[in-house]
């Protein structure tokens, strides 16, 4: 079992910055690579990042590529969702979740999410 938990989001205005936080407990964090999703009001959840188990390896939604970046620190067992020049039609429920595969597809393990609000 893996138990993953966010933090870091809020209201932010548009153009501003948020770094999400999703911190991991439970099995070897290193076994599993990790994405990011999320889902706004009345939508469907959508693919926003994923990231390898070593980190080296990334790829992004077309919607927010440039402009987010997904990292992980191993040793802390968390991995990040830097995300710069936001727009309103970011605000939506960011989840992590985690898949021992790479490129990932399952996503065994998600957590409960974290509110972001991006005002116009």
């Known amino acids: 079992q893996v138990q993953l938990v966010e933090s870091g989001g809020g209201l932010v205005q548009a153009g501003g910055s948020l770094r999400l936080s999703c911190a991991a407990s439970?099995?070897?964090?290193?076994?599993?690579?990790m994405g990011w999703f999320r889902q706004a009001p009345g939508k469907e959840r959508e693919f926003v990042a994923a990231?390898?188990?070593?980190?080296?390896?990334?790829y992004y939604a077309d919607s927010v590529k440039g402009r987010f970046t997904i990292s992980r620190d191993n040793a802390k067992n968390t991995v990040y969702l830097q995300m710069n020049s936001l727009k309103p039609e970011d605000t939506a429920v960011y989840y992590c979740?985690?898949?021992?595969?790479?490129?990932?597809?399952?996503?065994?393990?998600w957590g409960q999410g974290t509110q972001v609000t991006v005002s116009s």
């Open positions: 990231i390898s188990w070593s980190g080296g390896s990334t």
């Open positions: 439970g099995r070897t964090f290193s076994s599993y690579a």
């Open positions: 979740a985690a898949d021992p595969l790479y490129p990932p597809g399952r996503y065994d393990y």
